[in-house]
DNA sequence: CCTTGCCTTGACGCTGACGACAAGGTTTAG
DNA sequence: CTAAACCTTGTCGTCAGCGTCAAGGCAAGG
């Protein structure tokens, strides 16, 4: 399987697959004229790698799961080193979440209170260009 | 009030005054010499910005407040433009804080089944330089 | 031979809110 | 005279994950 082909099953471009080989993630064998080819297992991985990005991972954090792909196991979530950035990743996202819920609050908090003290004091529109 | 005295009560660096106003969002006097000058009130715009900038906003949807706040308004948020941003803005953190949950609950599914599949079929550390 | 359609490496652009310099002017204090 | 401590404009760097050319090689069909 060549790129072309490769970045259509996975659903992305060639030029992400080439940035996921330059980042070490890929490994790609070569043929004669130098094109990269590509087995099914690849494919696993690359799909590996966009669920994790989609998912919010950096590429970083998704290498233990594609090095436990290459291991032989069915997922790439088995391992320790996987086991552990799930970990992280979990308590980030929670963490975020408090976070986030807090703005939500204010935003809401703020909105309510704008409601209320409506004035009318405010900027006119700028009109566009004549 | 120069620069240097705004960038310390306000909290932040002159580098980032200069960049507000090179986007439209303060508007300082200039002394014979050339020197910006700010009275109090660019103070509470600038903190006005911070405030929402730390919330998640960008430059553009601060202008409003500032706007709302240079109209003579004793808050950034009582004028239309303002509280139309901040339901938009409602919104996009509810959106996010529902993708942010999915997320979380497919992390958590991922680490329990993980933990649950362990195996040792995982690669070796590779050792550090010699 | 020529076109079409793959492939290659290389290098710049993008988004956002600044940080970090460079090179120079001004004012004050000693 | 000079050093310190302000200020000015201008330009490049940062982080991440690519998009988007540019310039060229290789293979196959008509």
Redesign the pocket.
């Given at each position: 399987m060549?790129?072309?082909?490769l970045?259509e099953r996975a659903g992305?471009?060639?030029?992400?697959l080439?940035?996921?080989e330059a980042?070490g993630l890929v490994r790609?064998q070569?043929s004669?004229?130098?094109?990269?080819v590509y087995d099914e297992a690849e494919l696993r991985v690359v799909r590996e790698?966009?669920a994790l990005?989609d998912v919010g991972?950096?590429?970083?954090d998704v290498r233990p799961f594609v090095a436990c792909l290459r291991a032989g196991n069915a997922s790439g979530d088995v391992c320790p080193d996987s086991v552990q950035v799930l970990r992280r990743k979990l308590a980030e996202v929670d963490d975020y979440l408090g976070r986030l819920g807090a703005v939500r609050q204010q935003l809401h908090a703020q909105l309510t209170h704008a409601i209320a003290h409506r004035e009318e004091t405010c900027p006119r529109k700028r009109a566009s260009a004549p």
């Open positions: 060549l790129i072309g082909e970045a992305t471009s060639t030029r992400t080439r940035y996921y980042h790609p070569r004669a004229n130098g094109y990269r790698i966009r990005l991972f950096g590429l970083d």
